[in-house]
């Protein structure tokens, strides 16, 4: 391959990789934004929503096949029923904390994290299970770059979803709310706005999307396991702080950019692949040192 | 800063425990307690089986690393997820030193403490400038990274870890029956115990403490937030360090496998569990995390989701642990 092939190759595979990220930063992102909560149990939502996805796949295949119609509909149903459980999450979990010290809800969300981590762990009995779909794997070209239907597909899905996101909040009630709560909580409840139910709308959100992701990465990878959420959980959170905590489309933005960085980072010669994740974190370490509010973010001075 | 509400202290375990508790935190019972333990725990491998000195040693070794981190999480009140990373640079510094060089154990020790204070001020300095959230992750991402190097070098041993640390040799005896380690881990456990009360009423301790309660105001008055909690963490991390380096000892082989995010979570537990700040709470903690497991294996798998369902009650119920810290109501990051 030239280099040129290398390059156009390197540039998709960071742009689907980082979409990827960037779904499930916003969550991430979302949820800091509101209630200044890391929320640990994200990446595990993301691993769920995978796990949901090939389940539902499994029921649906018999009727409507597993092909492109069977993976949407298990995609929706999946997206509803791990958006719940992240409503369920927040209501049992974070909302009792939310006037606690700030150390405890985040016990707690490791604690929920934990939970979700080993019940899948047991259920599977730590195995890889792969995921089955009726797609083709037969590749084609654009101009030099080549490609495949799957990966052409999925990285519109995600920038779709993106733009929905996106639209959501902006145009939206509801996403108005949202921005507003971030803004100023305590005042929002004075006005008006049951906060709880917004809280729990954008947990919705947040935990609808990562399942989008968890289920196209199964696609992408064709296997699942449970400790699929780990890595990318961290990097979706270094998505987040790249593009700017709290800020929606910082984080769309973090994640494309951190995928991109990770396709060419491992071309430089003596980083390879063994590394990427290293990598990584020595970039979120960068950007806490040098750029702590993120590109999109601004200098916020902490009120008394 | 609007949302601070104190919790009033209420204890659902009745009025027993707690004057009990009320009777520990006077001297005289206190050391009259602690004596008659002492005794006891030199007593215990003359008349015990190798299974149980083997699990006191275990037990040792996390009392002393629960006060590592309990320095870090309950004296200064700043999330660490990533404490077995640190455990990993103390373990691998002596195994490298020891197995590659062939330097005397003993020797090792100071070059452990120095590569955590490095690692300590690497991560630290610049996270413990912003919230303390960002620290709970930086911490979770260092823990990885460092199983991740470990696996990935060539000196470490990579995947198979390191063989042939020697074992250390005091007073031309060289430890190797599981009865020395036990004293070993004893000793250290007793000054691990005895350093954290000098530092908890210490200066130091005292400005941890009013860190941890109102940032702001210490901060007001003078103090140097970010040094002083830069302080915590690499206290905390070379009191890691050091246990690492005597459980390289023991073990005499160690792998990546040894320092997963698991081990960092059961030693938070047990800090979280015990009471975050007071010392014989997080020893006791210390107890619980590595006795249940010991009493319970049939439940095996099942044992960290009930640890997990454990740890959600009690910070929903009482989240100031089993034997909390009685002044320090609050503890906000």
């Given at each position: 391959m030239t280099t040129w092939e290398i390059f156009l190759q390197q540039l998709f595979n960071g742009l689907l990789v980082g979409s990827f990220y960037g779904l499930v930063a916003i969550g991430y992102s979302m949820v800091y934004g509101i209630i200044k909560l890391l929320n640990f149990a994200h990446a595990d939502i993301y691993m769920s929503g995978a796990f949901a996805g090939l389940i539902i796949l499994g029921f649906l295949n018999p009727y409507i096949g597993n092909q492109w119609l069977g993976i949407i509909v298990a995609l929706l149903l999946s997206m509803i029923l791990v958006g719940l459980l992240g409503v369920a999450i927040q209501r049992v979990a974070y909302r009792p904390m939310l006037k606690a010290p700030r150390l405890s809800i985040l016990i707690t969300a490791l604690a929920v994290s934990m939970i979700l981590y080993n019940t899948v762990l047991l259920m599977t009995q730590g195995q890889y299970k792969p995921f089955t779909t009726g797609l083709t794997h037969e590749s084609f070209y654009i101009g030099a770059l080549r490609m495949t239907e799957t990966r052409l597909v999925l990285l519109i899905?995600?920038?779709?979803?993106?733009?929905?996101?996106?639209?959501?909040?902006?145009?939206?009630?509801?996403?108005?709310?949202?921005?507003?709560?971030?803004?100023?909580?305590?005042?929002?409840?004075?006005?008006?706005?049951?906060?709880?139910?917004?809280?729990?709308?954008?947990?919705?959100?947040?935990?609808?999307?990562?399942?989008?992701?968890?289920?196209?990465?199964?696609?992408?990878?064709?296997?699942?396991?449970?400790?699929?959420?780990?890595?990318?959980?961290?990097?979706?959170?270094?998505?987040?702080?790249?593009?700017?905590?709290?800020?929606?489309?910082?984080a769309m933005l973090g994640g494309l950019l951190l995928g991109l960085l990770e396709a060419f980072g491992t071309q430089i010669p003596f980083i390879g692949s063994s590394w990427r994740d290293v990598f990584t974190f020595v970039f979120l370490i960068l950007f806490l040192i040098f750029k702590p509010n993120g590109l999109l973010g601004r200098m916020e001075s902490e009120r008394m | 800063?609007?949302?601070?509400?104190?919790?009033?202290?209420?204890?659902?375990?009745?009025?027993?425990?707690?004057?009990?508790?009320?009777?520990?935190?006077?001297?005289?019972?206190?050391?009259?307690?602690?004596?008659?333990?002492?005794?006891?725990?030199?007593?215990?491998?003359?008349?015990?089986?190798?299974?149980?000195?083997?699990?006191?040693?275990?037990?040792?070794?996390?009392?002393?690393?629960?006060?590592?981190?309990?320095?870090?999480?309950?004296?200064?009140?700043?999330?660490?997820?990533?404490?077995?990373?640190?455990?990993?640079?103390?373990?691998?510094?002596?195994?490298?030193?020891?197995?590659?060089?062939?330097?005397?154990?003993?020797?090792?020790?100071?070059?452990?403490?120095?590569?955590?204070?490095?690692?300590?001020?690497?991560?630290?300095?610049?996270?413990?400038r912003l919230r303390g959230d960002y620290l709970a992750i930086v911490t979770l991402g260092f823990g990885e990274i460092i199983r991740l190097t470990v696996r990935n070098l060539d000196i470490t041993g990579g995947a198979m870890g390191l063989i042939g640390i020697q074992r250390p040799v005091l007073f031309g005896i060289v430890l190797n029956q599981i009865t020395?380690?036990?004293?070993?881990?004893?000793?250290?456990?007793?000054?691990?115990?005895?350093?954290?009360?000098?530092?908890?009423?210490?200066?130091?301790?005292?400005?941890?403490?009013?860190?941890?309660?109102?940032?702001?105001?210490?901060?007001?008055?003078?103090?140097?937030?970010?040094?002083?909690?830069?302080?915590?963490?690499?206290?905390?991390?070379?009191?890691?360090?050091?246990?690492?380096?005597?459980?390289?000892?023991k073990m005499t082989a160690i792998s990546p496998e040894s320092f997963m995010f698991i081990h960092s979570v059961m030693i938070l537990l047990a800090v979280v569990l015990g009471g975050m700040g007071k010392i014989p709470g997080v020893i006791l903690g210390a107890i619980i995390v590595t006795l249940i497991p010991e009493l319970s294996r049939d439940i095996g798998q099942?044992?960290?989701?009930?640890?997990?369902?454990?740890?959600?009650?009690?910070?929903?119920?009482?989240?100031q642990g089993i034997w909390p810290e009685r002044q320090g109501i609050s503890t906000k990051l």
């Amino acid at each position: 391959m030239t280099t040129w092939e290398i390059f156009l190759q390197q540039l998709f595979n960071g742009l689907l990789v980082g979409s990827f990220y960037g779904l499930v930063a916003i969550g991430y992102s979302m949820v800091y934004g509101i209630i200044k909560l890391l929320n640990f149990a994200h990446a595990d939502i993301y691993m769920s929503g995978a796990f949901a996805g090939l389940i539902i796949l499994g029921f649906l295949n018999p009727y409507i096949g597993n092909q492109w119609l069977g993976i949407i509909v298990a995609l929706l149903l999946s997206m509803i029923l791990v958006g719940l459980l992240g409503v369920a999450i927040q209501r049992v979990a974070y909302r009792p904390m939310l006037k606690a010290p700030r150390l405890s809800i985040l016990i707690t969300a490791l604690a929920v994290s934990m939970i979700l981590y080993n019940t899948v762990l047991l259920m599977t009995q730590g195995q890889y299970k792969p995921f089955t779909t009726g797609l083709t794997h037969e590749s084609f070209y654009i101009g030099a770059l080549r490609m495949t239907e799957t990966r052409l597909v999925l990285l519109i899905a995600a920038l779709a979803l993106m733009l929905m996101l996106h639209l959501f909040i902006t145009r939206t009630m509801y996403g108005k709310a949202m921005r507003a709560i971030a803004l100023d909580r305590d005042t929002c409840q004075l006005m008006g706005i049951n906060v709880y139910k917004i809280i729990a709308i954008t947990f919705f959100v947040g935990s609808a999307l990562a399942a989008a992701a968890g289920i196209m990465a199964g696609v992408y990878y064709g296997t699942v396991h449970f400790f699929m959420g780990f890595l990318i959980g961290l990097k979706a959170f270094t998505a987040a702080v790249i593009g700017g905590i709290g800020i929606i489309p910082g984080a769309m933005l973090g994640g494309l950019l951190l995928g991109l960085l990770e396709a060419f980072g491992t071309q430089i010669p003596f980083i390879g692949s063994s590394w990427r994740d290293v990598f990584t974190f020595v970039f979120l370490i960068l950007f806490l040192i040098f750029k702590p509010n993120g590109l999109l973010g601004r200098m916020e001075s902490e009120r008394m | 800063m609007a949302e601070k509400k104190q919790k009033k202290f209420t204890n659902p375990f009745g009025t027993v425990v707690e004057s009990l508790y009320d009777l520990f935190d006077k001297k005289a019972p206190r050391y009259l307690l602690m004596t008659i333990m002492t005794a006891f725990l030199i007593y215990l491998p003359l008349s015990s089986s190798r299974f149980t000195q083997e699990i006191m040693t275990n037990l040792f070794f996390y009392v002393v690393v629960c006060l590592g981190l309990n320095i870090i999480v309950g004296f200064a009140g700043l999330l660490h997820l990533g404490y077995a990373a640190f455990f990993a640079v103390g373990a691998y510094t002596t195994g490298i030193l020891s197995s590659v060089y062939g330097v005397n154990f003993w020797l090792t020790l100071p070059f452990s403490i120095i590569a955590a204070v490095i690692a300590g001020l690497a991560i630290g300095a610049p996270t413990l400038r912003l919230r303390g959230d960002y620290l709970a992750i930086v911490t979770l991402g260092f823990g990885e990274i460092i199983r991740l190097t470990v696996r990935n070098l060539d000196i470490t041993g990579g995947a198979m870890g390191l063989i042939g640390i020697q074992r250390p040799v005091l007073f031309g005896i060289v430890l190797n029956q599981i009865t020395h380690f036990y004293y070993l881990f004893f000793i250290l456990a007793v000054i691990a115990i005895i350093v954290s009360y000098r530092l908890h009423d210490s200066r130091l301790g005292r400005a941890w403490e009013y860190i941890r309660e109102d940032e702001d105001a210490a901060s007001a008055m003078g103090i140097n937030v970010v040094q002083i909690r830069l302080y915590a963490f690499i206290i905390g991390s070379a009191f890691g360090a050091l246990a690492g380096s005597l459980y390289a000892a023991k073990m005499t082989a160690i792998s990546p496998e040894s320092f997963m995010f698991i081990h960092s979570v059961m030693i938070l537990l047990a800090v979280v569990l015990g009471g975050m700040g007071k010392i014989p709470g997080v020893i006791l903690g210390a107890i619980i995390v590595t006795l249940i497991p010991e009493l319970s294996r049939d439940i095996g798998q099942f044992r960290l989701i009930i640890f997990a369902v454990l740890l959600l009650i009690l910070m929903l119920y009482r989240p100031q642990g089993i034997w909390p810290e009685r002044q320090g109501i609050s503890t906000k990051l």
